[in-house]
């Protein structure tokens, strides 16, 4: 863990004071997740809104800063339909579809379409279960089971029907009670965070999330900072219905509660100046 994480004091003002020091360092951005971070997780995956305060706090922050960028697992247009804030870069099904702010559609590899058939074919093998979802995002997949009866009985029913996926050039990620289906060479949140911190020259990146998925966001700003190529602040979110993953609490800096101390610290973190 972090020096900074030891700090006394409550996490959201420590949170303030170090992400003030870093977008000091300009061209700065924010890297964030979407559900869990910003968005409470909820029952319904499809159900899911930018926690209250987000929206104008994130529309301030896309005036203020070089880029603010959405990091997620989700299908970039179901990211831009839920948070609903113009101005975002968004890095959809884990960094591998992006989404510029003036586009209609996002733009896709062709490695990554041509994944899409394989994805479809690999999850058709999980059969009906109660509180099973099955969303197919394209070249990605997750299978969502926190509402199955038995949700620790569920994981295994759901990986041995998967069975081999990676013959067909993919792999099985975790989650917070979700298991996802992504290719195994198209890039992950740290390519994906890389990317956006070259292509925009950033000097100070907050980056923001939940779950072991953005770990690799969080190793590479941490790469970053460690070679001396930029400021860089690890915020975890924590949830109100899940500890946050332990992984996620070491590789960050400070931890915020929940996703509404996520929203109150983008809000401060905007009107400051
Ligand atoms: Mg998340």
Do not use: C, Y
Not at 58 to 77: I, N, S
Not at 132 to 157: I, Q, W, Y
Not at 197 to 215: C, K, N, P, S, W
Request: proline share 6%.
């Amino acid at each position: 863990m972090a020096e900074s994480s030891r700090s006394p004091g409550d996490p959201l003002s420590h949170a303030l004071g170090l992400a003030r020091a870093v977008i000091a360092h300009e061209p700065a951005g924010l890297l964030t997740d979407f559900d869990g971070t910003l968005s409470p997780i909820v029952s319904d995956p499809a159900a899911a809104r930018l926690v209250d305060g987000a929206p104008s706090a994130l529309e301030r922050l896309t005036r203020r800063l070089a880029v603010v960028a959405v990091v997620t697992g989700r299908a970039p247009l179901d990211a831009r339909r839920m948070t609903g804030v113009p101005g975002m870069l968004i890095a959809g099904n884990h960094g591998t579809e992006w989404l510029e702010p003036d586009a209609d559609e996002p733009t896709v590899s062709a490695e990554a379409v041509a994944l899409r058939a394989a994805v479809r074919e690999v999850i058709a093998r999980v059969p009906e279960m109660p509180g099973v979802v099955v969303e197919d995002k394209g070249s990605t997949a997750s299978v969502h089971f926190r509402n199955a009866p038995d949700p620790d009985a569920a994981l295994p029913a759901i990986l041995e029907a998967l069975g081999d996926v990676e013959s067909h050039g993919l792999r099985i990620g975790h989650g917070r009670q979700i298991v996802e289906v992504r290719a195994v060479n198209l890039g992950d949140k740290g390519t994906a965070s890389r990317a956006i911190i070259e292509r925009f020259g950033l000097r100070g990146a907050v980056v923001m999330g939940d779950d072991v998925t953005d770990l690799d966001m969080f190793a590479a700003v941490a790469d970053l900072r460690d070679a001396g190529e930029l400021k860089g602040l690890i915020v975890g979110v924590g949830g109100s219905d899940h500890e946050v993953p332990r992984a996620v609490v070491d590789a960050s800096d400070v931890v915020l509660a929940d996703p509404r101390e996520a929203a109150r610290f983008l809000d401060a973190l905007g009107r400051d100046g």
